[in-house]
């Protein structure tokens, strides 16, 4: 009991200490609350400011690109006025000025045309190498947006009466000349009218861009050179190869092939084609003379046949002669056997030739069917857009077959030929065979 009042006094005590203490908080609390709502209302007002500020500026702009849209619609449309009246104006003005000029429009569209081809004329033309002194009169015509004066049309005039005489003379010119090495200097030519340049070599391939001239690959047979022109004051004119292309047919004239260049299209196979007829002609050669030598030897013998020689026939008769003691049968058996021994003589050489005959047009079909194998590949890798591509191996297609049939051909001739030889002497050693042996059954039947 004395517990429980001791603790109600200690409560009663505290309670008025308490209030105090809260009531003290409280105040506080309500100064910075107010405090804060004062900076707040501050702030606010400050933002309130700069919102009008803002606006005002933003209006201000507004105002601004308003007037300046305003400014610029007003220049469009004088723009566009402008523009409508020049445009009136100048169809005006095109259709007057159509009026005025009447048919020397069409004069300006012939000179200015003519003035062209006279300029690409005189660009091509070896003429330009020493007559071209209106050149400058013709560019400016064909350069011109007006109509020509005057003297631009007699300068046009004076030009093509330039070059209608320069493609009459002969005459003597110095030119820049590039050599195969690309060494460049000036040497002495003839100029053949509009034709062409003749140098020391023969044909000059003149460039009217660089104004340069430069060899042709390859020149005509009997061509004219430079040499003969400083004589034909003291001999007279003389024949010589012209091209009146001015150039084009001798350009062409290197793309044409030579012998040569046609060998080396048929590659390995054309090589060994031309090896097997270098072969197949040295045995026919040696083999043709051989039997022409024998033939000759047998016609002496034959004037001669009591005194055999070393030659087929003289042979048979030494065999006739040393066995005509044995019968009929037994010495037509020996000569028989002596004819054939000079028969594989005559006809030695003539199986291969008769081998390369036909091994010939076998290789130009392989060479063939190889070329013709590579144009197929070239046709997978490349397409066949462009035809250059493919002319290597229809090339040796081609010339090998050729090749194979010009071998086969000669060497097929010359076996005819010596198997002929051959079997004309082996007719003439076996009638003298048989007549030996006829003359024997004679002897024989007159002694029995």
């Known amino acids: ?15 008025p200490v308490v209030s105090a203490q809260v009531v003290s908080t409280h105040t506080a609390l309500v100064q910075d609350t107010r405090q804060e709502m004062k900076v707040q209302q501050q702030h606010n007002v400050e933002r309130e400011q700069g919102f009008k500020m803002t606006e005002q500026q933003f209006k201000a702009q507004r105002d601004a690109l308003l007037k ?41 569209g012939v000179v200015r045309q003519a003035a062209k081809d006279l300029d690409a004329e005189m660009g091509f033309s070896v003429t330009g190498v020493d007559r071209n002194e ?11 947006r007006t109509l020509p004066s005057l003297d631009e049309l007699k300068g046009l005039w004076k030009g093509l009466e330039e070059q209608i005489s320069a493609s009459r003379e002969l005459r003597a010119v110095s030119v820049p000349f590039i050599d195969g090495q690309g060494k460049r200097a000036n040497v002495d030519a003839y100029r053949l009218g509009s034709l062409g340049l003749i140098g020391e070599q023969g044909y000059l391939a003149w460039d009217g861009k660089r104004e ?16 003969q022109f400083s004589q034909l004051e003291h001999s007279g004119i003389q024949a010589m190869v012209v091209d009146p292309s001015r150039g084009i047919m001798l350009e062409q004239l290197a793309n044409a092939p030579a012998l040569k260049d046609r060998i080396e299209h048929g590659g390995v196979v054309g090589k060994i084609i031309l090896g097997l007829l270098a072969i197949g002609l040295s045995i026919g050669l040696f083999r043709g003379a051989k039997l022409f030598a024998i033939r000759q030897q047998i016609k002496k013998q034959l004037k001669v046949p009591g005194n055999p020689g070393d030659n087929p026939l003289g042979r048979v008769l030494n065999v006739y002669s040393k066995e005509q003691n044995r019968s009929v049968e037994a010495l037509e058996l020996r000569l028989l056997e002596a004819i054939v021994d000079e028969q594989q003589g005559l006809e030695k050489g003539l199986s291969m030739l008769k081998l390369l005959a036909a091994l010939a047009p076998m290789l130009g079909l392989l060479g063939t069917v190889t070329g013709m194998i590579e144009t197929f590949q070239v046709i997978t890798q490349f397409g066949n857009g462009d035809p250059t591509v493919m002319a290597g191996g229809i090339s040796m297609a081609l010339v090998t ?22 079997d004309t002497i082996r007719t003439i050693l076996e009638k003298q065979g048989i007549s030996l042996v006829a003359e024997q059954a004679e002897k024989s039947g007159i002694t029995a």
Not at 70 to 82: A, F, I, V, Y
Not at 212 to 227: D, E, H, R, V
Request: a negative charge; one cysteine or more.
């Open 68 to 108: 300046q849209r305003q400014q610029l619609q007003t220049e469009t449309d004088q723009l566009s006025t402008t523009f409508s009246k020049n445009e009136n104006e100048l169809a005006t003005l095109e259709e007057q000025l159509r009026l005025e000029t009447g048919s020397l429009g069409e004069l300006f």
């Open 212 to 227: 340069t001239a430069k060899p042709y690959l390859k020149q005509p047979q009997n061509g004219p050179i430079s040499n």
């Open 1 to 15: 009991m004395k517990i429980k009042a001791l603790v109600a006094a200690l409560c009663l005590f505290s309670v």
């Open 134 to 144: 209106y050149r400058t009169v013709i560019d400016s015509i064909v350069e011109a």
């Open 401 to 422: 077959t050729v090749l194979g049939l010009v071998a086969a051909m000669p060497l097929l001739l010359a076996h005819n030929m010596l198997t002929t030889q051959a």
